[in-house]
């Protein structure tokens, strides 16, 4: 979205300080991360440090005055007592109090600030009194801003760029955002299923939601559930007995600065509260990243509005729905009914479960260090049998438990209910290629593999290259493939592991499947060391690095290659992309010899529909709306139908392909 129009003429001694993450991030998406020298301790460095392209220092300005362990009973109290203390100025409460040294080190030009809510962020007050003790130039810029509704949000992107002199640019991210609100709101009103959201700012006590909130549920075509007095554009303090009498089909928990963990951990603590609500009873109560999505009033709310369409109508109708990037939406279904049962008791009805836990891998792994059985589930509270259980039971029992350290090797249907790394097909013996477990004298290459059309290209890359070398050795190739645990499908892609079963199987490629499970504590390198560690042991090495190399099919976003030659290079492999750089009319024209038909899987553009054939035509279509042809701006993916002809002409092995 915004930083791409280039056109206006910016000034190079500009120092920007934003004391408001969701400035930070418009400050972002238009394209000026290089300007920002001070930030928020609660702003998006991931996103930051990814688009700045300069080494100039960015300082961290503020600090929590709060203890991020307190409750929400607590959390209320103090910023109440604050405010009836008769300080009006974050800073003099140290709710949010600036760091005077940092912020006169930054020597920002100009700061961009709010009035909004004094919990969120420094006031312009806070600011210049800040800048008189330092004895700072008087005549730093010091811009609020303080949207109230969905409407002034956007137009917050235009005022945020016209005071940093990138007016076009502010107009540009003002359309796209516009266009795709309108996306969202087209194929919500689609589904004709209007109901009633309450979405809840806070638990204890509880608030509805305020300012721009409710326009984002009515965007998605629902009625706003609100309480007492509708006039009132701020979020306000109601009662339980208010939220039963208002009786919400969906309640949604976004609170005001707690992640998704966060909020999914409160929820069990007001069960009681929640269990006697329809919501609870239909399984309709969602968690939500309330700090991200719904608190800040910046881009990522376009995130809040796609999760509140998705909590409401359901994954399976809104599949084609995106956020503000390509990042996952962050929402989870918390069943009330299923936490309140009891522990299990006897050992015939302890159970494994599917990942709704928090963070069960640390739970698991303190668990295994005391050498027990069974730990309990801190969501479920079931009983839940640890890998040495397993271990002592000395097989698979091919239920798809949770910590099974056989790698779900009895497990019949595996796509549908394998919870670690395993493989969902074995190749077999054939003229081409090694088997993997007997690959121990051969050449083992590991594709990344998500079912689409690069990574299938690259695959057809890899066969080529080798079936090209005079020197060239046996050739195992394992395709791998990361998944969503719980929908079982390739994020962002739209591709179900069973689809890509289905292509490993008519390819005669062996697949790794690789669960990732929410909410833990388990980084994503973590979970691909797991599986290229399952493909040792079925090859029978000694250790992971001697596997030959690892194998993407990236085209050329310098930022993701970058970071897997960063993070994957430590495990000691080799790193190779094939197409890099390619041409698109060379890749097409290698798509078109394998005879392989490829269809739009899922679509962020109104322009490119799903299921239509991904063709030349296609690629004009995408080009003249100023998109990449082959989607690596989000604009679209794909799956590729290498079973609509034979093995050898879709992977190259014919004389004539």
């Known amino acids: 979205m915004g930083g791409e129009d280039l056109n206006g003429s910016i000034d190079s001694s500009m120092r920007i300080c934003s004391l408001l993450p ?145 007016p076009e640019r502010g107009e540009k991210m003002i359309a796209a955002f516009k266009k795709r609100m309108d996306d969202i709101r087209t194929s919500c009103l689609s589904l004709q299923a209007q109901r009633k959201v309450l979405l809840l700012e806070w638990l204890d006590p509880p608030y509805d939601a305020g300012h721009w909130i409710p326009d984002m549920i009515a965007w998605c075509g629902c009625e706003t559930v609100r309480i007492g007095n509708e006039s009132s554009k701020k979020s306000k303090t109601i009662t339980w007995d208010d939220v039963y009498d208002a009786d919400p089909d969906v309640i949604m928990i976004a609170c005001c600065g707690f992640d998704l963990k966060r909020n999914i951990n409160d929820i069990h603590k007001y069960i009681n509260n929640l ?50 990037s390509e990042k996952p939406l962050e929402w989870q279904r918390v069943d009330i009914n ?27 792994k303190e668990a295994c260090d005391a050498g ?62 090694v088997p993997i477990k007997d690959s121990q004298e051969s050449e083992i290459k590991v594709l990344f593999f998500s079912g689409g059309k690069d990574s299938f290209l690259a695959l057809r890359a890899l066969v080529k290259n080798h079936r090209e070398r005079a020197d060239r050795s046996k050739l195992c190739i394992v395709l791998l493939t990361s998944f969503d645990a719980e929908s079982r499908v390739i994020a962002h892609q739209e591709v179900s592991i069973e ?26 390198v973590d979970r691909i060391s797991l599986a290229l560690d399952v493909i040792r042991q079925k090859a029978n090495l000694a250790n992971i690095s001697q596997i030959n190399s690892i194998v993407f099919g990236d085209l050329n976003l310098a930022h993701i290659r970058g970071w897997r030659d960063t993070e994957l290079s430590k495990f000691g492999i080799q790193l190779e992309y094939p197409l890099w750089k390619a041409s698109y009319n060379d890749l097409f024209e290698d798509l078109e010899k394998s005879s392989v038909e490829v269809d739009i899987a899922a679509s962020t553009k109104d322009y490119v529909a799903v299921d239509q054939n991904f ?22 993916h794909t799956v590729a139908k290498v079973w609509v002809t034979t093995r050898e002409q879709a992977l190259g092995l014919s004389s004539h392909t």
Not at 84 to 101: A, C, M, N, T, W
Not at 148 to 161: D, I, M, W
Not at 398 to 418: L, Q, S, T, Y
Not at 615 to 636: H, L, Q, W, Y
Request: aromatic share 6%; glycine share 6%.
């Open 22 to 166: 969701s400035v930070t991030d418009i400050c972002i998406a238009l394209g000026l991360a290089d300007y920002l020298v001070a930030v928020t301790h609660e702003c998006d460095f991931e996103s930051i440090n990814r688009n700045r392209t300069n080494e100039k220092d960015l300082h961290i300005v503020t600090k929590s005055g709060l203890n991020p362990n307190l409750s929400q009973r607590e959390i209320d109290d103090a910023v109440k007592s604050s405010s009836q203390s008769g300080h009006g100025d974050v800073s003099s409460i140290s709710l949010y109090p600036i760091i005077e040294e940092k912020f006169l080190a930054a020597k920002p030009t100009i700061v961009l600030t709010q009035n909004l809510c004094q919990v969120c962020a420094p006031t312009p007050k806070g600011v210049k009194s800040i800048i008189n003790t330092c004895s700072m130039d008087p005549n730093i810029a010091i811009h609020s801003f303080e949207p109230h509704s969905l409407e002034e949000v956007v137009t917050s992107f235009g005022e945020v760029a016209n005071v940093l002199g990138v």
């Open 275 to 324: 269990k006697s609500t329809m919501a609870a009873k239909e399984n309709k109560i969602f968690a939500c990243n309330g700090d991200m999505n719904f608190a800040r009033p910046g881009p990522f709310l376009l995130d809040g509005i796609a999760v509140i369409a998705k909590c409401v109508y359901g994954e399976e109708h809104t599949r084609n729905i995106r956020g503000f």
């Open 338 to 364: 299923d936490i309140q049962k009891q522990p299990c008791t006897k050992p015939s009805e302890i159970i494994d479960i599917e990942d709704i836990g928090d963070d069960y891998v640390r739970i698991h």
């Open 372 to 433: 027990e059985m069974t730990y309990i589930d801190p969501k479920t509270q079931y009983q839940v049998f640890t890998e040495l259980a397993h271990k002592k039971r000395g097989k698979c029992c091919g239920a798809g438990c949770r910590h099974c350290p056989f790698n779900h090797e009895n497990v019949r249907d595996k796509a549908k209910r394998i919870q670690q790394p395993a493989f969902l097909f074995e190749s077999s013996k054939d003229d081409y290629f």
């Open 499 to 524: 689809t890509v079963t289905k292509q490993a199987s008519h390819l005669n490629i062996s697949l790794l499947g690789v669960p990732m499970h929410r909410g833990t504590s388990e980084t994503y």
């Open 615 to 636: 063709s030349r035509n296609v690629m004009k279509t995408i080009t003249e709306n100023n998109g990449d042809a082959f989607g690596e701006n989000g604009e679209f």
